[in-house]
């Protein structure tokens, strides 16, 4: 009679689930600062272009602070909140009456995407 080890199967599935956290967090930090920065651009939609054609400096980007403070907020061993605590980054990405919205931070297709294959490859190991 053969024997099934739930315990260490469960014990390798905790495991497995932490780094895929840590592995998905650093994934999306990686999108947010490089990708939707480099496209100037969330999830497919173009950022409002600047009202002064003569400026070519990129979007959102005159320091790098806010983009560079995109970072874990909080990590647990099951999950992570990504974000940044630079307080005007929030009328950016949500926009106000004044300031054109150019999202930079939240839930895109193309991360669910990254999310799924990782979790995918962590399934396989299991």
Do not use: C
Request: net charge positive.
């Amino acid at each position: 009679m053969s024997k099934f080890k739930f315990g260490l199967k469960a014990k390798i599935a905790r495991m497995e689930a932490e780094k895929a956290v840590t592995a998905m967090g650093y994934a999306a930090i990686k999108h947010f600062k490089v990708d939707v920065f480099d496209r100037e651009a969330f999830d497919g939609v173009k950022w409002k272009p600047r009202q002064d054609p003569t400026n070519k400096r990129r979007l959102l980007v005159k320091t790098g602070r806010m983009r560079n403070s995109i970072n874990f907020l909080r990590r647990t061993r099951y999950g992570a909140t990504i974000g940044t605590r630079v307080k005007y980054a929030k009328y950016h990405n949500d926009g106000t009456s004044k300031l054109p919205q150019r999202q930079f931070i939240g839930n895109t297709r193309e991360l669910t995407r990254i999310h799924m294959r990782m979790l995918k490859t962590v399934m396989a190991r299991v």
